[in-house]
C-alpha cells in the first residue's frame, strides 16, 4: 500500500535509509550520513512544501519517495531534491515504480502549479535511468565527475526531468 509518510514512520525510514545506504551505490549517502537529522529534514520539508510517499507491506516499510520544492518564486512550479529507497530484500519487485508513479499522480491530481519534477542519477545505474524514463522523464544533461561512488571513482550524474503533460483539448 502507497501512503503519505506519517512522523511516527521516523524510526522505520531512519532503518530503511540505513540499510539501502550499507548497499555499495545504494544511495549518494554512506550508512554514517544516514542520521537522525538528515532524515528529519527530508521529511520536514517534504511535509511543509513537498511529497513524501512510503511503501508498506504488513507494517513493515519497503519504500519512500520524497521530493519538496526549494522555495523560490521563479521556481514555484518545480520539485526537487527527489530521493528514492528501497529496502534491498524489496528491490526488483516494482516499489520504486509504484512509487514513482503515486508521486507523478499525486503532482497531476493536487499539485497543478508543479510543472516539472527533477532528478539526478548517476551514469552507471542504468536500470534506474530505464525505469525514470519509461515513466516520462528525459535525460536532459550530463554532470561529468559530479559524485564519487564506492570506490572512490568520480561518476558522471545525468540531470533526467518530467514535464506535466500539455492539457488536450476535445
Do not use: C
Request: hydrophobic share 45%; glycine share 10%; no cysteine.
Amino acid at each position: 500500500m502507497i501512503r503519505h509518510a506519517r512522523q511516527d514512520d521516523f524510526a522505520q525510514l531512519l532503518r530503511l535509509y540505513r540499510a539501502v545506504a550499507a548497499v555499495p551505490d545504494g544511495l549518494a549517502r554512506t550508512p554514517d550520513e544516514v542520521s537522525e537529522a538528515y532524515v528529519a529534514g527530508f521529511m520536514g520539508k517534504a511535509a511543509a512544501d513537498g511529497i513524501e510517499l512510503v511503501y508498506e507491506e504488513e507494517g513493515e516499510l519497503l519504500g519512500e519517495i520524497h521530493a519538496s520544492r526549494v522555495g523560490i518564486a521563479s521556481l514555484a512550479h518545480l520539485l526537487t531534491d527527489l530521493t528514492i529507497a528501497v529496502a534491498p530484500h524489496a528491490q526488483g519487485r516494482g516499489v520504486g515504480r509504484a512509487l514513482f508513479q503515486g508521486l507523478l499522480d499525486e503532482v497531476m491530481e493536487q499539485m497543478p502549479h508543479i510543472t516539472r519534477v527533477e532528478l539526478f542519477a548517476r551514469d552507471s545505474n542504468v536500470k534506474a535511468r530505464k525505469l525514470y524514463t519509461s515513466l516520462g522523464f528525459v535525460e536532459e544533461g550530463r554532470l561529468r565527475a559530479r559524485v564519487n561512488n564506492a570506490r572512490g571513482e568520480a561518476e558522471t550524474d545525468t540531470v533526467m526531468g518530467w514535464l506535466r503533460p500539455a492539457r488536450g483539448f476535445a
